[in-house]
């Protein structure tokens, strides 16, 4: 192999690597989605209980909690927003590439040195790394939200339930 080819084959394995990263965290997020939704079930149902021992604690317990999970579910959404910003004469971003008709996109493919690709390889890294990290940053502010309503979820459940 060329030293170019293994540039080009290692760029291929970084960018793999990136792509596991953004895949880990929307997984990440359909954990905190679920539990928070659960949360909520739960404190609307015994909310709507019959029974309920409805204080201003539980009431104040109970705002906190939405706000707080719904915190949660709004920083997961934005973990999981399409980023489709990315490098505009890209033969591997799937944007442009979508943008091109066929016999352009095979027509340049072909055209490209390995240099070039390597430098459209590498913007690809580049880009895919920032959206893991802009993910990631979502998700962890995400958690944070989600483990701040739990105690919030206890008082509510526990008042609404004592008698």
Known sequence: M?????RLTTAQWILERNLAWIAAADAKVAIIV????AMLG???GTFGWSDAHRTSW???ACTMEVILSGSGVFCAAMAMFP???G???SLLFAVPVAGMNLPDYQAALKDRSDEQL???WSSQVHRNAEIAKSKFEWVRVAMIWSFLGVPAWVVAIGVMVSK
Request: charged fraction near 25%; avoid cysteine.
């Open 83 to 85: 980023r489709t910003n």
């Open 118 to 120: 390597l430098d459209d």
């Open 87 to 89: 490098p505009k004469q």
């Open 34 to 37: 679920a539990i928070n939704v």
């Open 2 to 6: 060329t030293p170019a080819k293994d």
């Open 42 to 44: 739960g404190l609307a």
């Open 58 to 60: 539980a009431y104040i």
